[in-house]
């Protein structure tokens, strides 16, 4: 038993090692509040099938603001107008919230570091 977790915790090591070695693969991350809307925006180090999410704390989606979509690494910003609401429709609970990215090809999930603050009722006016 002893064993299979040394293997288990040598074989994890060995992969996070090796997502370091790869470097990031979105930056430029800005979660921004405009009237009306929220405005996630982010680059990627290469071309991506990507599902892009709103996360809470928890790491739940509250919101998929894009579904195995296709996107380009190159210097323009993909950006996603977000008016604030879950995807059961209702405003989610004031608190600060994540953009989540699952990258299909990269077989690698980023959440970013930046929280993005979600007023109660939605983005302001």
């Known amino acids: 038993m002893v064993a ?18 790869e470097g990031p693969v979105a930056y430029n991350v800005t979660l921004k509040t405009k009237p009306g809307r929220y405005r996630p925006c982010f ?10 999410a709103i996360v809470d704390a928890n790491g739940r989606v509250v919101k998929m603001l894009a579904d195995d979509q296709r996107l380009e690494g190159d210097e323009t910003p993909h950006c996603f107008d977000w008016d604030g609401r879950a995807d059961n429709g209702e405003f989610p609970p004031a608190g600060r919230y994540r953009l989540r990215l699952t990258l299909a090809d990269a ?9 993005l603050r ?3 009722g939605g983005p302001p006016s």
């Open 107 to 115: 077989d690698r999930v980023a959440t970013s570091g930046e929280r």
């Open 118 to 120: 979600i007023q109660a």
């Open 43 to 52: 680059r990627l180090t290469k071309a991506d099938t990507l599902d892009v």
């Open 4 to 21: 299979v977790l040394v293997a288990g915790s040598v074989a994890a090591m060995i992969i996070t090692q090796r997502a370091r070695d």
